[in-house]
């Protein structure tokens, strides 16, 4: 306690620990204001990856302060630069949440090297890559599929970036859906002759029965090549082809060659055309005739706000008998067995078969076309859909939350 107090004069101090030096002091203060500020332009340059905009010089001086390097060669920018910056961001990151459509922000980011990256520039990279495929993913579930095609052809990168993510992410799963459609056509039309009962549905053509596939939203044509690749050699020597087959995919029991006239014509379509499996088509109309095809697949390709458009088109193309195949994510449905989905596909004119649920991810659905054009109720639910889209109310869209 001092001896004499005077008002006004008297000055608090601080306790400093022993040891620690003033300067020490400062630099830790220096330090935790350089991590704030890194890990600021980071949050930014997320944002801005997601909506599309270009920040040329922004991941070189975040990659750089990483891996410990000072930037020497930037331009210095005016001290109210940063507030400019942060208010850019904030327009731009309102501006894609309330996107809906091709218009808004789908400028793709400059494509960065990467060789010689360090495995922190490498993993924070792949973040980044991560971020900009939920952005991508996310237009194509809240928009319509006309728009989805447009924005594809006008920046085709992006379908890309969006199947290199969709692979990553397939690869956490205990299964893949294509893989399992695979091994469906290939053990059914082995085991049992086409038109026959089990067997695949087919037509005529030049006089062979024919196994006719429309694989909807293809992505890069597994199906087709594996399919494909499986009857080449089949063809050669059934019995080896399908030791092979079995051996790479599984199956239960044996596997019979009864069905030694196999044919299978795979039409594969998608938004943008990798190899020479693919025709680039809104798969709302696909360049098929009507009754010209026997087996349709939605492999996890009911994206859009009007897929329902995507049903009519399958049952436009498919021939009486003929079977329609859907995979969808679990969490989509609104149901958790997705009885309402079969309720509105079988007003739309399909018969459902059966809905296999086992996978933890993903529902699996059967539906046929009747013979005869029975009673439908079509109508009832074109009503349903004016007053809201289907992406609201049947299959919910894949919404990432922000980060």
Sequence with gaps: MALFEVEGWNLEGKRVAHGISLSETRKKKRKERKDK?????????????????KHEETIEEMIEEEDGAAVTNKRKRPAD?????????????????????????????????????TPLQKKMLNKLSGSRFRWIN??????????????????????????????SQVEAWPENPVDLYIKQLIFKGVNRAINSPG???????????????????????KLAEEVNKFMEFYQKDSKKALKVFKKKYGG???????????????????LKKVNDRITVADIKHVPMEDQSCSVVIFCLALM????????????????????????????????EKGEEFSSILSKMGFKHKETDNSNRMFTRFEFFKPVRDGENELEEVEEMRKERKEGEWLLKPCIYKRR
């Design 138 to 167: 996310e237009q194509l579930y809240t928009t319509d599929s006309e728009k989805a095609l447009e924005m594809m052809k006008k920046q085709p990168e992006l379908f890309d970036e969006y199947h290199k993510g969709f692979q």
């Design 199 to 221: 067997g695949l549905p087919g037509l005529e053509i030049r006089g062979k029965k024919t196994v006719v596939v429309a694989d909807m939203g293809c992505g890069e044509a």
């Design 304 to 335: 859009g706000t009007n897929f329902l458009d995507f049903i009519k088109e399958a049952e436009r193309i498919l021939i009486p008998r003929g079977e329609l195949w859907i995979a969808e994510i679990q969490s989509r449905l609104a149901d």
């Design 37 to 53: 500020r890194k890990l600021e332009r980071r949050e930014k340059y997320e944002q801005a990856l997601a909506s599309g905009d």
């Design 252 to 270: 239960n029991g044996d596997i019979s060659s009864k069905n030694k006239k196999l044919y299978f014509d795979i039409h594969s379509f998608d």
């Design 81 to 117: 630069s940063d507030d400019k910056e942060t208010q850019e961001t904030k327009k731009s990151k309102k501006e894609v949440e309330s996107a809906t459509s091709i218009e808004t922000a789908i400028s793709a980011p400059p494509k960065m090297a990467t060789e010689n990256l």
